[in-house]
């Protein structure tokens, strides 16, 4: 049940990317949620992916096309977390590498756009320094979870997917 729940969910997540954003959005999306989707289904990947989606209504709502930055950041940290709390010493870099490959594609996709070098170089550094203090946050979880129990594992998840969004928002001011 759980798998078919999932499925649904990941359909009508990918289905609104393609309405209201277009290919690269979906891209991204799909991409995301392949790779969550390797380290097993469950629904706690998706519920913190689907939230992505306010970045695309805010984006369509505002006509701000540049909040496909943040969104993409988004996707990728929550794919740079994968398994961040059960990942084994030699599985703890699958998840930073997803990310990166969320970066890696989202670059590729602004070079189709004809983003100007300038501009992808920003992009670039700004998602690097991004994706670095999400793996930061990984290990000193790793380190010190017994010291923050209190916090869910899913709760602390997502507040590191919403900073990480919010600085690559904050970012697409340089």
Same mark, same amino acid.
């Given at each position: ?40 289904? @469950? ?27 943040? +969104?993409?950041? +988004? ?9 961040? /709390? @059960?990942?084994? /010493? @030699? ?22 756009? /004809?983003?100007?070098?300038? &501009? ?36 602390? /998840?997502?507040?590191? &997917? ?6 690559? +928002? ?5």
């Amino acid at each position: 049940m759980a798998h078919l729940i999932f499925i649904i969910v990941e359909l009508l997540f990918l289905a609104v990317a393609h309405v209201f954003g277009g290919p690269p959005w979906t891209v991204i999306g799909a991409l995301a949620v392949v790779l969550l989707a390797l380290g097993g289904i @469950r629904i706690e990947s998706l519920a913190i992916v689907v939230p992505s989606l306010a970045w695309l209504a805010l984006s369509h709502v505002t006509g701000i096309r540049e909040l496909f930055f943040p +969104y993409s950041m +988004y996707l990728a940290s929550c794919v740079a977390l994968r398994d961040s /709390q @059960r990942a084994t /010493q @030699r599985a703890v870099w699958l998840g930073p590498l997803g990310g990166a490959a969320i970066v890696a594609v989202f670059l590729v996709i602004r070079i189709l756009q /004809q983003a100007t070098l300038r &501009v992808l170089a920003v992009e670039f550094v700004v998602a690097a320094a991004i994706l670095a203090l999400v793996l930061v946050a990984c290990l000193w979880r790793r380190r010190h979870g017994e010291q923050v129990a209190r916090v869910t594992p899913l709760a602390w /998840q997502a507040a590191i &997917v919403v900073a990480s969004s919010l600085l690559a +928002y904050a970012s697409l001011a340089m």
